[in-house]
T-cell receptor, first 111, second 116 residues
Framework: LAKTTQPISMDSYEGQEVNITCSHN???????ITWYQQFPSQGPRFIIQ???TKVTNEVASLFIPADRKSSTLSLPRVSLSDTAVYYC????????????FGKGTTLSVSS | AAGVIQSPRHLIKEKRETATLKCYPI?????VYWYQQGPGQDPQFLIS???????DKGSIPDRFSAQQFSDYHSELNMSSLELGDSALYFC???????????????FGEGSWLTVV
């Protein structure tokens, strides 16, 4: 399983764009990259998933370079409610194969 | 949209007792995962099931067992409970049918287990 490395914490202000980069040097060919958001005492919430290049949805963008050894989650114009822990997970799409959580990034947004 | 349902949401047990957590996956999802998250820790994978068969195993203690039933719901059975078992237990589900790409796993809100 590919190991991921993220910054332990990040600080931002409301209205700013936040970019969280995840390193996954030994990502396998059939691995996807998935980002989750978790608030205290709640289940992780799916944000976005990608395999290569750029993926965008209504809440975030995911940038994946050609070598796929890293990925960047971009949150546009964060608000106080975006304060949470963000996890980058890498795993294959094999039936029942679990996604393994590493150390997430605690994002703190201030006014 | 329907989400993963877990019950009970809160459970208090004494040491050496037994506890059972239940998980009802998103409709049509055929794969269930169990995770344990201790206070201040990251979620730890315990075990998963695909089409009622165990498909992946993580750091699940021998005192714990789980199964997935014909209606795809799953139960996590924990025996000889220890203080260190106090944690938030998440169930998650996904659809692994033919043609599905990616491995998007959707989590429930968790079951709080407190062992006293």
């Amino acid at each position: 399983l590919a190991k991921t490395t993220q910054p332990i914490s990040m600080d931002s202000y409301e209205g700013q764009e936040v970019n969280i980069t995840c390193s996954h040097n030994n990502i396998a060919t059939n691995d996807y990259i998935t980002w989750y958001q978790q608030f205290p005492s709640q289940g992780p919430r799916f944000i976005i998933q990608g395999y290569k290049t750029k993926v965008t949805n209504e809440v975030a963008s995911l940038f994946i370079p050609a070598d796929r050894k890293s990925s960047t989650l971009s949150l546009p114009r964060v608000s106080l409610s975006d304060t949470a822990v963000y996890y980058c997970l890498v795993g294959a799409n094999q039936a029942g194969t679990a996604l393994i959580f590493g150390k997430g990034t605690t994002l703190s947004v201030s006014s | 949209a329907a989400g993963v349902i877990q019950s009970p949401r809160h459970l208090i047990k004494e040491k050496r007792e037994t506890a059972t957590l239940k998980c009802y996956p998103i409709p049509r999802h055929d794969t269930v995962y169990w995770y344990q998250q201790g206070p201040g820790q990251d979620p730890q994978f315990l075990i998963s099931f695909y089409e009622k068969m165990q498909s992946d195993k993580g750091s699940i203690p021998d005192r714990f067992s789980a199964q997935q039933f014909s209606d795809y719901h799953s139960e996590l059975n924990m025996s000889s409970l220890e203080l260190g078992d106090s944690a938030l237990y998440f169930c998650a589900s996904s659809l692994e049918g033919r043609g599905y790409s990616g491995n998007t796993i959707y989590f429930g809100e968790g079951s709080w287990l407190t062992v006293v």
